[in-house]
C-alpha cells in the first residue's frame, strides 16, 4: 500500500481511493464489429468437375465509407479475434454488430488496480446494459431530436450504451470486487428516494402530483428507472 513520490523519491502510503463516476465511459466511442458473410467457389475433386459455392462469416470491424455521396457503414476489412467474442454470441446471424470498447476497459483495469491495492470503492453510474450482447447502441442527438449518426458530421452528440459486463470483467481481473450492476430504479429505492418523496408531499401537499411525476420517472421501468 506505497506510492512513491516523483519529486521527493519517498514512498507515502497510496490511500483508498473513493469516487462517483457517471457519464465518464461514453467519452471514449467503441469499436463496433459486424458479421459479415463472404463467399467462395471451391471445386470438387471428381473427374466430372464441379462447383460449389462455399460461405463463411466472421466479426469484421464496422467502418464508415462512402456511396454515391453520402456516408455510410460498411465491414471493413479488419477482423475481431474469436477468443474475444462472448461465447454465445460466436454463431451470431450476419449483420449482427457487437461492441467492444478497449479504452474503456483500460481506465477501469486502472481503477480496480488501485481499489485492490489500496482500497476503497469507484461507484459508476451510466446508461448501458448488464451484459455483454449483440446490437447497435450508437446514437446521434441534435437539439433533443434523434437524427442518423452519419447524417450530420460534425453537427451532432454522439454516444452510446456503456456495456457494464465488459467493465465488470475488466475490473476483477484487475482484482477488484465487482457488486452489481443494478438498475437506476432499484438504486434509488435502495437509498431511501420513495421515503423522500413521502416527506417532501407532506411538507408541499399541493406539489404531490408533481412530486409522484418526477418520482415515476426516475424510478419506474418505462421510464428512467431501467
Known sequence: RMTANASSGVRQPCSPLRGLITRTWECWPPRQWIVSTTSRVASSTSATMSLTSVRSSCWRERMVSEDGGRLVFAAGRRKLPSELVPERLRNAAPGAIFETSPDASTLM????????????????????????????????????????????????????????????????????QVCGPVTQGAFLSALGIGMRAARLKRASPEAAAEIDAALARLTEPKAMGT
Open 109 to 176: 483495469r486502472a481503477i480496480a488496480r488501485r481499489i485492490a491495492t489500496a482500497g476503497g470503492a469507484a461507484l459508476i453510474v451510466d446508461y448501458g446494459h448488464e451484459e455483454s450482447g449483440v446490437g447497435d447502441t450508437l446514437q446521434a442527438v441534435k437539439a433533443h431530436q434523434h437524427v442518423a449518426p452519419l447524417s450530420e458530421p460534425g453537427e451532432t452528440d454522439l454516444t452510446f450504451h456503456v456495456d457494464f459486463g465488459q467493465l465488470g470483467t475488466a475490473a476483477r481481473t484487475a482484482g477488484a
